[in-house]
């Protein structure tokens, strides 16, 4: 160990100041993993990755991949939800980590927009690692100056789940309009089935998920945006539509929504005491192994055919501090970890369901349910994330408040949509 | 009905203080006790089942088979074993250097008329009502400007430092109440300032350091703020930052999660039977003068 550390400081006050000069060489050496990564191993230690995925097995995934890489990479993970409150401390921090798991779109904007991202433009070009990836990635990952600052490497999708057999146990069929789909929840009731599953109890953006997909089939996906970006006011007779539709559902939800958490709420579906449940395709884990191949889902019906089609998937990837003191090695990783080789190894070691954002990844030896999942997002017209992820986290807190409010009494949906407005003037103005 | 009263003469003491005990203590301690325990026997129950039993029937159902899984996952990697020594070393640190530190104030403050003495009290007593939460940001801040972020060193140092105005507080109050005749004699015996305190004060004061002590303890190890705002390596966590790890973002292995919870209450728990009766007087330092 001493002598292993000794060679490595000896190295290092060797090798310190022309690592930086054979890293500048590497430029232009497209995803140079090679070269990059061997100069620096000498001269700056090990690159520093802040990384936020917890679930268990997607997190062991990626371990295993980082552990391949050629250069060493101290990963930290970090619980989500203390990740999202320390983000901007690891962004601003003088000895920022390198690499930093998160989401795609306005969140990784507001961040470029301070000038806290590095900019990956070169990987989206010529050989790059990203330059294959969809325009609609490329967008995603583009900041307001027109710099791509995001490495997108997996997503997922929403619809509605259900399981195969259960549905066959109560004879029903999924739907295939709007109609249909509020029949069968009136059938499932009929049946003593419950026929929505939700939990907003400790995890209330799950009501946001509702309102993304009525909104999007009943005013589209441009208007859907634009109300999001503060364009639109939540007192619009639009988003009144949306929320009597909302209302309409409410019935058919698990009375015990508002005491379960997303995972919990999955129980009554494994049970078959509950019938559908729109959610992230992530559901497959809360499942019991057993059950995950019965799992099937459909898309929320068409309501309004006027609009163009739409799905919610949400984009997970990485980016990297505008301050990390090695931007060639840091690239060199962020190339590696968005090749299709480990996206493949991380869908098929996490087993979430996740999907490839690199177009050379062959589907064709994922499970049936992930490759339906990519026919579902390859056949759509536009593609949202989430609330959170297509706003803020600021604005999802107002949606949260609003949304458990209303769903507990839809009758004040005038006030409730009112005081949302005004909540989200508070994010949008500050 | 008639028994008693045939053996009344002699039996009244005697059924007077049976009756004074119980049964009515018994009677609402039983309840209370079991309605206390149901949560952790709760998480018992949690931690020894598999994630598909409690995935497929629910986290309230009973158990349909038990399993070390949970165990298994909580200690797999080692990840928890290294937090739990970083939880430990903080703690003992933290627990000696405050104490150290403000016994010291406390004899100072006490004992010596130093300007402004009631002023520093007042400063460091104020400065425990402040909310830790308002202080997170320019904590993290300076820690990083002078260079001691993410060291476990900066979390004591934290830790010590958040603590020190409340444990001086407490052994000023005291120190305070020590008889004055004791000091003097000292004086008169030509013993010095630290000699006073190593061969006097210390020993007196050792059920208001223990008290401290044990309170500190357990406030230390069970600190999660400030781990989460002045570390960022996951090998420097302590556990309850480990702890928080295992919550996925969007699920969780419920019965990992119970078991490594069990695991990292038992330190805490250790240090409460062994300090049983410090912490009860501790909860009372200070309120006899």
């Known amino acids: 160990m001493t002598t292993s550390l000794s060679r490595r400081g000896l190295l290092g006050a060797g090798a310190g100041l022309g690592a930086a000069g054979l890293l500048s060489s590497c430029v232009g050496s497209g995803g140079g993993g090679d070269a990059g990564g061997d100069a620096s191993s000498g001269g700056g230690g090990p690159l520093v990755f802040q990384n936020s995925i917890q679930d268990t097995a997607p997190k062991a995934a990626l371990e295993q991949i980082v552990a391949g890489y050629e250069r060493e990479v101290t990963m930290n993970s970090v619980a989500t939800e203390q990740f999202r409150a320390q983000l901007t401390n690891y ?39 990203c330059a294959g990836f969809s325009e609609a990635l490329r967008e995603l990952s583009t900041a307001e100056d027109g710099k791509q600052i995001f490495v997108p490497t997996n997503y997922y999708w929403w619809s509605v789940f259900y399981k195969r057999s ?43 998920g509702w309102f993304d997909y009525l909104d999007l089939r009943i005013n589209g996906p441009e208007y859907h945006l634009a109300l999001l970006a503060g364009e639109h006011s939540f007192t619009d007779p639009e988003v009144v539509d949306v929320m009597e539709q909302y209302e309409r559902l409410i019935p058919y939800f698990d009375p015990n929504m508002a005491s379960y958490d997303a995972q919990q709420a999955a129980t009554p579906l494994a049970q078959d005491e509950a019938g559908m449940y729109l959610v992230g395709a992530f559901v497959s884990q809360y499942l ?12 929320v019906p068409v309501i309004n055919d006027a609009v163009p089609t739409a799905e919610e998937a949400p984009t997970d990837g990485f980016f990297a501090a ?16 968005a090749s299709p080789e480990q996206q493949e190894a991380f869908i098929t070691g996490a087993g979430s ?59 004040q949906r005038d006030s409730v949509l009112q005081e949302w407005q005004a909540a989200a003037e508070r994010v949008h103005g500050s | 009905m008639s028994a008693p009263v045939l053996v009344a003469g002699r039996a009244r003491p005697q059924r007077r203080r049976r009756r004074g005990r119980s049964p009515w203590l018994h009677v609402v301690m039983v309840p209370l006790t ?51 020594g970083n939880s430990l070393l903080v703690t003992a640190a933290g627990v000696v250097a405050s104490l150290a530190l403000s016994s010291w104030a406390a004899y100072a403050l006490s004992r010596y008329r130093i300007p402004g003495r009631k002023a520093v009290l007042l400063v460091m007593l104020a ?29 004591t140092l934290v830790q010590v430092g958040f603590g020190i105005g409340f444990y001086t507080f407490v052994l000023h109050g005291f120190m305070r109440g020590l008889p004055e005749e004791m000091f003097e004699a000292a004086r008169l015996d030509g013993a010095g300032a630290a000699r006073i305190y190593a061969q006097l004060v210390l020993p007196l004061s050792r059920p208001s350091l223990a008290a ?31 702890l928080l790890n295992l919550q996925g973002g969007y699920s969780s292995q419920w019965n990992v999660i119970a078991a490594a919870s069990l695991v990292a209450a038992v330190p805490t728990a250790v240090v409460f039977f062994i300090f049983q009766k410090q912490f009860v007087s501790g909860l009372l330092v200070g309120s006899n003068k």
Not at chain 2, 52 to 77: C, H, K, M, Q
Not at chain 2, 131 to 139: A, T
């Open chain 1, 91 to 129: 962004l601003r921090a003088s000895d920022p980590p390198d690499v930093i798991s998160w989401y795609a779109g306005s969140v990784a904007r507001a961040y470029a927009a301070e000038g806290l991202l590095l900019d990956v433009s070169d990987l989206w070009t010529g050989d790059g690692a």
């Open chain 1, 353 to 411: 369901s996740n999907l490839p954002t690199s177009p050379e990844v062959d589907p064709s030896q994922f499970s049936p349910l992930v490759q339906k999942g990519l026919e579902l997002l390859n056949s759509t017209e536009r593609i949202t994330q989430f609330f959170n992820r297509d706003s803020s986290d600021a604005l999802q807190t107002t949606a949260d408040a609003a949304l458990t409010k209303f769903l507990s009494d839809p009758s």
């Open chain 2, 212 to 242: 401290l002590a044990a309170l500190a303890t357990t406030w230390i190890f069970n600190d999660l703020i400030w781990a989460l705002t002045v570390l960022r390596s996951e090998t420097k966590f302590p556990i309850t930052a480990a």
């Open chain 1, 322 to 337: 505008s301050g990390t003191d090695d931007p060639e090695g840091t690239k060199a990783f962020l190339s590696y970890l």
């Open chain 1, 166 to 208: 259960a549905f066959e146990k109560w004879g029903v069929e999924p739907p295939s309009t709007w109609d249909e789909f509020l029949a069968l929840c009136e059938n499932l009731s009929g049946q003593g089935v419950i026929p929505l599953a939700n939990g907003i109890g400790p995890t209330p953006w799950m009501a946001s």
């Open chain 1, 288 to 299: 019991p192994e057993d059950q995950r191949d019965d799992l099937d889902f459909f898309s």
């Open chain 2, 127 to 155: 400065g425990n009502l402040l909310p830790p939460q308002i202080l997170l940001v320019p904590v993290a801040q300076i820690t990083q400007s002078i260079g001691i972020y993410d060291t476990l060193f900066a979390l």
């Open chain 2, 34 to 84: 079991l309605a206390w325990v149901s949560p952790i026997l709760f998480v018992l129950m949690i931690a020894l089942r598999s994630f598909d039993d409690i995935a497929g029937r629910g986290l309230g159902a009973l158990p349909a088979s038990l399993t070390l899984d949970g165990f298994v996952g909580a200690f797999a990697g080692g990840g928890l074993l290294v937090a739990l």
